[in-house]
C-alpha cells in the first residue's frame, strides 16, 4: 500500500519541493507518502501527506507536505473537469497569490510551493499547529463552532478581501474570472439545486404549511428567475466594492489555531480555492453565515457578525492605505440585497447535514453512490419527510428557511 501511494506523487516533483522549503542545495533522500486525514479532505480532490528527508550540507532534515491531486471517484471527476477546478485553483496560487502576499505579508492563505498540471503542492497547516474543527458537513450538526469561531472566521475573511483591494482581477486575469466556476463553468450546480428543491424543499412545505403561497415560493428555487438573480450575484458589481472572493467560505476551508492554555482561537488560514470568485465581498460572508450558523444564530447574532467584519476590513484597507468610498449603510443594504444567495445556502444546501447517509462521517471516504446522491438532490421525498418529522433541528431550520423565501 505504501509503495502504491508513492506512484501517486513524482519523486521529480517532491524533489523540487523540498528545495522550495530548504533552499536550492537541499538534496532529496527518501519520502513517504500517507493518505490525507479527514482535516485536510477535499469534496474535488484527492489529499496526500508527504514526508520527506532531505540533506542540506552536513545537516539533515524531515519535513511534510500536502499534495492535492485529482479524486478518485469517476462521479467526481466528472464534476472536476466541468468545472475546470484544478486549473482554477492553479490560477490562483500561480497569478493571484503572489501579489496578494506582497500586498499582506500575514496573509491568511496556505502557501503554494508547487503547481503542476492538476497537481498541487501546499504547506502542510496541520505539522505549524493548525486544525480543522469541521472535518465533514455532518459535523454541523451539533453545536461545533460558537460566537468565537464564527468572528475568527469573518474577520480572516476581511483581511483576505483587504488584501485584494485596489486589483481589478477581472482586468488584471479574464481568463480566471470572467465565469463563475459554480454556476457558468457547468449547469450540475444548477441541476443540484433544481433536485434539491424539488425532493427535500418543496415535498416539507406541502407537508408542513400546506399553503399555495408557501408551496409557490419554494418552488420559484428552482426556476430559471432565481437560478439567474445567483448567478449574477456571483459577478462583479459595479456599486459595490468588488475584492477576491474565496469562493468557498465556510468551516471546512478554514484551519484554526488555538492558545493551547485557554483555548480561544488565535488564527485562520485558508485553504481550497477551487472557486474563487471576483465579487463584493458580502458573498463570502453570507455563503459563510448561511451555511455555518443555525437560523436563530443567524438572526441573534447577524448585526454583530456584519460590524464585526466591517470594522475589521475598513482597518486593514486603512493599513493597506486604501481608502474606502463606501459605507457601512451601503454595505448593509448590499448584504440584505443578495438575501436569494443565502437561502440558497439556507433551503437548499443545509439540508445535506441532517440526512442520514448523505456524507461521509470521520474518517469514512466518499463513496460513489453518496456522490451521486449528493448530485440527485438527496435520497428521495420520503427521506426529507422522514428526517423533518423525527430531527427537532433540522424542522426547526427548514421551517424557518421556508419561511424566510416565502417573507422574500
Given at each position: 500500500m505504501a509503495e502504491e501511494m508513492r506512484t501517486l506523487v513524482a519523486q521529480e516533483d517532491v524533489a523540487a519541493v523540498a528545495k522550495c522549503i530548504h533552499g536550492p542545495d537541499a538534496e532529496l533522500l527518501e519520502y513517504e507518502v500517507e493518505k490525507g486525514t479527514a482535516t485536510v479532505q477535499g469534496f474535488l480532490s484527492q489529499i496526500l501527506r508527504v514526508v520527506i528527508k532531505v540533506q542540506v550540507g552536513e545537516q539533515n532534515f524531515t519535513s511534510k507536505f500536502v499534495a492535492k491531486r485529482p479524486p478518485n471517484l469517476e462521479s467526481q471527476m466528472k464534476m472536476v473537469n466541468e468545472f475546470g477546478v484544478f486549473k482554477h485553483e492553479i490560477g490562483i496560487f500561480e497569478r493571484c497569490a503572489p501579489i496578494l502576499w506582497k500586498t499582506c505579508a500575514d496573509l491568511p492563505m496556505v502557501r503554494c510551493y508547487l503547481t503542476k498540471e492538476n497537481l498541487i503542492y501546499m504547506e502542510d497547516l496541520k505539522e505549524k499547529g493548525f486544525v480543522a474543527l469541521i472535518q465533514s458537513v455532518v459535523d454541523l450538526r451539533e453545536d461545533v463552532l460558537t460566537i468565537e469561531h464564527i468572528k475568527m472566521?469573518?474577520?480572516?475573511?476581511?483581511?483576505?478581501?483587504?488584501?485584494?483591494?485596489?486589483?481589478?482581477?477581472?482586468?488584471?486575469?479574464?481568463?480566471?474570472?470572467?465565469?463563475?466556476?459554480?454556476?457558468?463553468?457547468?449547469?450540475?450546480m444548477k441541476n443540484v439545486i433544481k433536485q434539491c428543491v424539488k425532493k427535500i424543499v418543496v415535498p416539507i412545505t406541502k407537508h408542513h404549511f400546506n399553503d399555495e403561497k408557501f408551496v409557490k415560493s419554494s418552488e420559484w428555487l428552482a426556476s430559471e428567475e432565481y437560478l439567474k438573480i445567483v448567478t449574477e450575484i456571483c459577478k462583479p458589481h459595479p456599486k459595490f466594492l468588488n475584492v477576491l472572493c474565496h469562493g468557498d467560505s465556510w468551516a471546512n476551508n478554514m484551519m484554526f489555531k488555538f492558545d493551547p492554555e485557554t483555548g480561544n482561537p488565535l488564527e485562520i488560514k485558508l485553504i481550497d480555492f477551487q472557486i474563487s470568485r471576483y465579487a463584493p465581498g458580502n458573498r463570502d460572508l453570507m455563503y459563510f453565515i448561511y451555511v455555518c450558523c443555525t437560523p436563530d444564530f443567524r438572526k441573534n447574532y447577524e448585526k454583530e457578525l456584519l460590524n464585526t467584519y466591517w470594522s475589521f476590513f475598513t482597518e486593514e484597507c486603512s493599513r493597506q492605505h486604501f481608502e474606502l468610498t463606501h459605507t457601512w449603510e451601503q454595505f448593509c443594504d448590499d448584504f440584505d440585497s443578495i438575501r436569494p444567495f443565502g437561502l440558497m445556502m439556507s433551503a437548499i444546501m443545509r439540508p445535506g447535514i441532517f440526512m442520514d447517509g448523505a456524507f461521509p462521517e470521520g474518517e469514512e471516504e466518499l463513496t460513489d453512490e453518496q456522490f451521486q446522491t449528493m448530485m440527485d438532490g438527496g435520497s428521495g421525498e420520503e427521506q426529507a419527510i422522514m428526517t423533518f418529522k423525527n430531527n427537532p433541528k433540522f424542522r426547526a431550520e427548514m421551517i424557518s428557511a421556508i419561511e424566510e423565501v416565502a417573507e422574500l
Amino acid at each position: 500500500m505504501a509503495e502504491e501511494m508513492r506512484t501517486l506523487v513524482a519523486q521529480e516533483d517532491v524533489a523540487a519541493v523540498a528545495k522550495c522549503i530548504h533552499g536550492p542545495d537541499a538534496e532529496l533522500l527518501e519520502y513517504e507518502v500517507e493518505k490525507g486525514t479527514a482535516t485536510v479532505q477535499g469534496f474535488l480532490s484527492q489529499i496526500l501527506r508527504v514526508v520527506i528527508k532531505v540533506q542540506v550540507g552536513e545537516q539533515n532534515f524531515t519535513s511534510k507536505f500536502v499534495a492535492k491531486r485529482p479524486p478518485n471517484l469517476e462521479s467526481q471527476m466528472k464534476m472536476v473537469n466541468e468545472f475546470g477546478v484544478f486549473k482554477h485553483e492553479i490560477g490562483i496560487f500561480e497569478r493571484c497569490a503572489p501579489i496578494l502576499w506582497k500586498t499582506c505579508a500575514d496573509l491568511p492563505m496556505v502557501r503554494c510551493y508547487l503547481t503542476k498540471e492538476n497537481l498541487i503542492y501546499m504547506e502542510d497547516l496541520k505539522e505549524k499547529g493548525f486544525v480543522a474543527l469541521i472535518q465533514s458537513v455532518v459535523d454541523l450538526r451539533e453545536d461545533v463552532l460558537t460566537i468565537e469561531h464564527i468572528k475568527m472566521g469573518i474577520r480572516t475573511l476581511a483581511k483576505f478581501h483587504a488584501a485584494s483591494v485596489g486589483v481589478n482581477w477581472l482586468e488584471e486575469f479574464p481568463d480566471i474570472f470572467t465565469e463563475d466556476v459554480m454556476f457558468e463553468k457547468s449547469d450540475i450546480m444548477k441541476n443540484v439545486i433544481k433536485q434539491c428543491v424539488k425532493k427535500i424543499v418543496v415535498p416539507i412545505t406541502k407537508h408542513h404549511f400546506n399553503d399555495e403561497k408557501f408551496v409557490k415560493s419554494s418552488e420559484w428555487l428552482a426556476s430559471e428567475e432565481y437560478l439567474k438573480i445567483v448567478t449574477e450575484i456571483c459577478k462583479p458589481h459595479p456599486k459595490f466594492l468588488n475584492v477576491l472572493c474565496h469562493g468557498d467560505s465556510w468551516a471546512n476551508n478554514m484551519m484554526f489555531k488555538f492558545d493551547p492554555e485557554t483555548g480561544n482561537p488565535l488564527e485562520i488560514k485558508l485553504i481550497d480555492f477551487q472557486i474563487s470568485r471576483y465579487a463584493p465581498g458580502n458573498r463570502d460572508l453570507m455563503y459563510f453565515i448561511y451555511v455555518c450558523c443555525t437560523p436563530d444564530f443567524r438572526k441573534n447574532y447577524e448585526k454583530e457578525l456584519l460590524n464585526t467584519y466591517w470594522s475589521f476590513f475598513t482597518e486593514e484597507c486603512s493599513r493597506q492605505h486604501f481608502e474606502l468610498t463606501h459605507t457601512w449603510e451601503q454595505f448593509c443594504d448590499d448584504f440584505d440585497s443578495i438575501r436569494p444567495f443565502g437561502l440558497m445556502m439556507s433551503a437548499i444546501m443545509r439540508p445535506g447535514i441532517f440526512m442520514d447517509g448523505a456524507f461521509p462521517e470521520g474518517e469514512e471516504e466518499l463513496t460513489d453512490e453518496q456522490f451521486q446522491t449528493m448530485m440527485d438532490g438527496g435520497s428521495g421525498e420520503e427521506q426529507a419527510i422522514m428526517t423533518f418529522k423525527n430531527n427537532p433541528k433540522f424542522r426547526a431550520e427548514m421551517i424557518s428557511a421556508i419561511e424566510e423565501v416565502a417573507e422574500l
